[in-house]
T-cell receptor
């Protein structure tokens, strides 16, 4: 099983739709979780951290399910500008005082007029 | 404005040539990282540094070298030993090793 896994998509959704992505992780010792947004040929930008109790930022909601080892990102009322690739990142202690942040390969979202 | 600056934006390498990618940050972050991204692929860690004068190999360090002589700077050299260097290279930093990363705008390296 890959360490961090995402459905590559693409997810093609109409404007105004609600869309959700999942990201599964294999390391049960994972401690922190993030969603990044990456536009084509650009750097990833932090969208939001994911907290145990779930958190919301405007139209975006992130949730963590430790029992099933996945995080999710929900986008409500999709805008054309939401079209991008969404990367999840999972941070786990890897021993000797070191942490390893592992990225998924990303899920591509296209919002269609 | 605080941030991470990578240069150049585009770089071309000839066979057998070493090239160096620059990464500078003024965020006062302790940790810095280099990632490689191939088309349709995730980010793979090349090297990281948690503190000045110390760095560790990531998952794909072969054919690359780094230095961390100053807190602000973490240059990456792609050596001639890296046989498939064409990729998008991303530098990142974080306040501490286990915190969220902030990325530079990337360098696209191509082989002539």
């Amino acid at each position: 099983r890959k360490e961090v896994e995402q459905d590559p998509g693409p997810f093609n959704v109409p404007e105004g739709a609600t869309v959700a992505f999942n990201c599964t992780y294999s390391n049960s010792a994972s401690q922190s979780f993030f969603w990044y947004r990456q536009d084509c040929r650009k750097e990833p930008k932090l969208l939001m951290s994911v907290y145990s109790s779930g958190n919301e930022d405007g139209r975006f909601t992130a949730q963590l399910n430790r029992a099933s080892q996945y995080i999710s990102l929900l986008i409500r009322d999709s805008k054309l500008s939401d079209s991008a690739t969404y990367l999840c990142a999972v941070n786990a202690y890897s021993g000797a005082g070191s942490y390893q942040l592992t990225f998924g390969k990303g899920t591509k979202l296209s919002v269609i007029p | 404005d605080g941030g991470i600056t990578q240069s150049p934006k585009y770089l071309f390498r000839k066979e057998g040539q070493n090239v160096t990618l620059s990464c500078e940050q003024n965020l006062n972050h302790d940790a810095m990282y280099w990632y490689r991204q191939d088309p349709g692929q995730g980010l793979r860690l090349i090297y990281y540094s948690q503190i000045v004068n110390d760095f560790q190999k990531g998952d794909i360090a072969e054919g690359y070298s780094v230095s961390r002589e100053k807190k602000e700077s973490f240059p990456l050299t792609v050596t001639s030993a890296q046989k498939n260097p064409t990729a998008f290279y991303l530098c990142a930093s974080s306040k501490q090793r286990n915190e969220k990363l902030f990325f530079g705008s990337g360098t696209q390296l191509s082989v002539l």
